[in-house]
């Protein structure tokens, strides 16, 4: 479903009253709706086709995630089964050449041989939804660094739970030219950074104490929303190896 802009900042402006960082938020929640928008309309585009091969499949994260997406078992077979073949194409061009030994070994020409092996079986192309995740991701960046003076945004980023996850302000700062943007941002930012270590100050305090959980205030749940802010939301980021 395609989304205007103005959709989107709506959105985003709405997404800062959830009790998550809100790029992360809609990226899920717009990753959810490609999948299915994948499974039901665009399984049967000849360009899906040829990117979900170019990719060799959909990425870890993403292939399990199709598991539970509406449509199911039928379209990836059919995605799948087409991959395959274009894989074993590619299989059938590997001729590894003589056997790396003695000085050519040293010279890590034995790596070589199997590198440019490995290297048939290398996608062509990215994930088909990373490549959709990574233009909704920037649209909301974009529309974050291009708002950071509206008066409209930073209210909502001050009324906030904790802001925007660390990877996300990251991403926005990056695009900020200005200066001064960059000042604002960090300070709205940096206050929900000490609001949280002073929860978590408080969460470690309190359990040294044998304060029950039950006893506790906000700071109860401090260190799930450390996690939150500070690696993102789960399925947003991936393993860092
Ligand atoms: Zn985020
Ligand atoms: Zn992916």
Redesign the pocket.
Known sequence: MPMNESTRHVDLLRAFAKSA?P??ALVLRDMQQDMDTLMLERINKVETHLMFRAGRGLCNAHAWGVMRAKGGSLGIAVMYESTLLSLMKDVAKVKPMGTASGFRRFLGGGKSVGDSAANQLEPTGDCLLCTLMNKNESSYVNIVAENVHDSQLQQAYRDSDGG??L??SRMVIRLLKNPDDIHTLMDIQTAKWHELQAELQLFIQENEDNVPQSEMGKEGDSWQRAIRYLS??KD?FGYRR
């Open positions: 960082c790029i992360c925007v996850c990877p996300h993102g939301e947003v």
